[in-house]
């Protein structure tokens, strides 16, 4: 069956290679050439993507390195599925897969990359307009001053990526500039399943990254902003969402230094629902490194998202306007002045609610310089009412509640409060409900159903571990309704007799001590490596080991037998050449004894994004012989346009292609059990 499968994708793509056609743009070129190699290159990517162009679905344009100035780019052309257009950047060679390695503060450089530099932020409009258009891929380019960096409107099924932008928007305008839109039509069509990947946005004057539509990706892109030049200059929302079932990803916001704006971080506004955030982090942002805003914003879900502070008033996560029914899963805060906050304005109707039925699960908030919840009077009165924490870990403050605004029916299930000097302080009273929750503070304990006062115990609180010690009065002292059915790292509730309160979900006393569990890449990516090595061992009977995507669903991968009776050291070993690449990987291992007892390590994580090895072609155009760079063990298979073999063998650097007649054909290149498929020019 799979070599059908393999079959059946082989043919589908050497098929799909006749279609297609290589185009080249270079700062040397001119647009009355044919564009078909580099020495007939176009001289502007204006010319490539025009409606007058030749590039039609499926094909490839490779643009040169260099400066392209304040050109203005109208894509008006799709691809099609399974056939996009695609406009790729290259350093020297085409595919080359150039990368800036750029970090904040770094100049771009045209050398590595094309370069679009619109010269006056204030008047240059967009570099880069995608309306009404679909199947485009975009990637490796700079774009510098311009009004925006990329707009797309109505467009879908755009891929855009390692697209790195700098000083963008009129800094003595109000509210003008932006990195990357993904917008509706007029009608409120498109902007759905697009993708953002590897993408820097650095001083924008309004937005970084901005989404009006549905079913877009944003994965592993960056915010950075330290404009204070004017008071317009600064960054106002760094990552916003008001679309549905969007999926941002490994994406990290700074605002550096104390800015004119507050700025906010990553987030929902209007009408955004069941988007998820994960493993994200926003530093220093002063609305909310995370935030929920106006009544729309419902069923939206934050997971292992990290807000982080080190400027005054930095407020971690922010649910404001209305905004109800969403949830922030094992999320955390560092050195906030306020962990969470709720407020109301004016700017969706005012005077309804701040905030209702949203839940934080499994949270750490850690040393809030001033609160660790915030019921902030700002701007509209009306109550924060029906929201949940439960099972988490709140550590070092001044003052666990702030109530200025009025808040009711408010409850705290299952949680820590560790290393407070107050209750709460403000001008409104605080009406929550205090249930299963370990109070160990200079204030006295809250009344309420099953609260205890005694040190939690955790295991390293100075350098962030709340896990509990095994004498912890927090152990099996919780409950189960209403609380997570999983703790931070995944583990499932209960380990013991009944639900820990805290984060941290702990086992009981182990029959075996293991240390140094860590998951490792293989080479080439190949896969993953698990190693872990146990101290002791008393009836242990086997190892069942785990992984997970997303920390809730896992899949046994494996089952090792253990050493049974053990006081030495043993080490164990294991390798998952199942794991798919580009993928963030979460493992553990559950140790079973004879008596059927179970017990669950630590969580670890990988992601698998090894880079693939760039095998290009040249000259290509060629005739004679076929070189090869770079130099790689394996084999090739050269076929025509009829998909039959006319040539294989071993790679070499230079490979005889003498005698092949002049055409298209297909070259299968398989190194490290990789299969890449190029295309082939022979002329005369």
């Not at 809730?552 to 494996?558: L, P």
């Amino acid at each position: 069956m799979m070599k059908t499968f393999l079959t059946a994708l082989l043919v589908f793509s050497v098929a799909s290679l006749w279609a297609q056609t290589n185009y080249y743009v270079s700062p040397t070129g001119d647009d009355s050439h044919t564009g078909l190699s580099e020495a007939q290159a176009w001289k502007t990517i204006t010319h490539a993507v025009s409606a007058t162009s030749p590039v039609s679905a499926g094909d490839i344009v490779n643009v040169k390195a260099g400066d392209y100035g304040a050109e203005h780019l109208v894509f008006e052309k799709s691809g099609t599925d399974g056939s996009p257009i695609t406009f790729e950047g290259y350093k020297n060679t085409p595919g080359d897969q150039p990368n800036l390695n750029y970090n904040f503060g770094d100049p771009l450089d045209a050398t590595v990359m094309p370069l679009l530099d619109g010269v006056n932020r204030a008047t240059s409009g967009s570099a880069m307009e995608l309306e009404s258009v679909s199947y485009i891929v975009i990637k490796n380019f700079q774009v510098k001053h311009y009004q925006q960096a990329v707009y797309s409107r109505g467009a879908h099924h755009l891929s855009i990526e390692n697209v790195i932008t700098l000083e963008l928007g009129d800094v003595d305008a109000n509210y003008d500039g932006g990195g990357f839109s993904l917008a509706v039509d007029g009608d409120g069509l498109g902007g759905y399943s697009n993708q953002l990947k590897n993408c820097i946005v650095t001083n924008a004057a309004a937005e970084g990254i901005s989404i009006a539509g549905n079913d877009n990706i944003i994965d592993n892109c960056k915010i950075y902003c330290n404009d204070n030049s004017t008071v317009n200059a600064s960054t106002d929302y760094y990552i916003v969402v008001a679309g549905n079932n969007n999926y941002i990803t490994g994406c990290y916001v700074e605002r550096i230094g104390d800015l004119e704006h507050a700025g906010a971080g990553i987030g929902v506004k209007e009408d955004a629902e069941n988007n998820l955030f994960e493993n994200c982090v926003a530093k220093d942002l002063k609305n909310g490194g995370f935030y929920a805003r106006y009544l729309g914003a419902k069923h939206n879900e934050f997971r292992h998202c990290q807000a982080i502070g080190t400027l005054d008033d930095v407020l971690g996560f922010l649910i404001r306007d209305g905004a109800s029914y969403n949830t922030f899963n094992s999320c955390s805060s560092e050195s906030c002045t306020d962990a969470v906050a709720f407020m109301d304005t004016g700017e969706n109707g005012g005077a309804h609610y701040c905030g209702r039925h949203n839940t934080f699960n499994n949270c750490l908030f850690q040393n809030a310089t001033v609160a660790a919840i915030r019921f902030d009077n700002y701007e509209v009165a009306s109550p924060a009412d029906s929201n949940l924490f439960a099972n988490c870990v709140f550590n070092q403050g001044t003052t666990f509640a702030t109530t200025n605004r009025k808040n009711k029916d408010n409850r705290i299930l299952n949680c820590i409060i560790n290393g407070y000097a107050n209750l709460s302080s403000g001008t409104e009273s605080l009406d929550m409900d205090f249930t299963y929750c370990d109070f160990y503070n200079s204030f006295p304990t809250p009344s309420g159903t099953g609260n205890i006062s005694a040190d939690p115990k955790f295991v390293d609180a100075a350098n962030g571990d709340y896990h509990l010690q095994s004498t912890s009065s927090c152990i099996d002292a919780g409950i189960a309704t209403d609380a997570p059915g999983t703790d931070y790292e995944g583990t499932v509730r209960p380990q013991g007799a009944a639900y820990d309160i805290g984060a941290y979900e702990r086992s009981s006393i182990l029959p075996v001590e293991w240390t140094d569990f860590d998951v490792s890449a293989i080479k080439n990516c190949q896969g993953v490596r698990l190693r872990w090595t146990t101290e002791t061992e008393t009836n242990t009977k086997w190892f069942d080991v785990e992984r997970s995507m997303d920390l809730a669903h896992w899949q046994r991968i494996a089952r090792l037998p253990a050493k049974g009776q053990s006081a030495e050291r043993v080490q164990y070993e294991l390798e998952d050449k199942t794991a798919q690449k580009s993928q963030t990987w979460f493992y553990r291992f559950k140790e079973v004894d004879l008596d059927g007892q179970v017990y669950i390590s630590s969580i670890k994580t990988i992601r698998l994004a090894c880079a693939k090895k760039e095998i290009n072609i040249f000259p290509n155009p060629c005739h004679g012989v076929m070189h090869l760079t770079p130099v790689a063990n394996g084999n090739y298979l050269i076929r025509d346009a009829q998909g039959r073999c006319v040539k294989q063998g071993a790679l070499a650097s230079d490979i005889d292609i003498f005698g092949l007649p002049t055409g298209v054909y297909a070259v299968q290149i398989i190194v490290d059990d990789q299969v890449y498929v190029k295309k082939l020019f022979v002329r005369e």
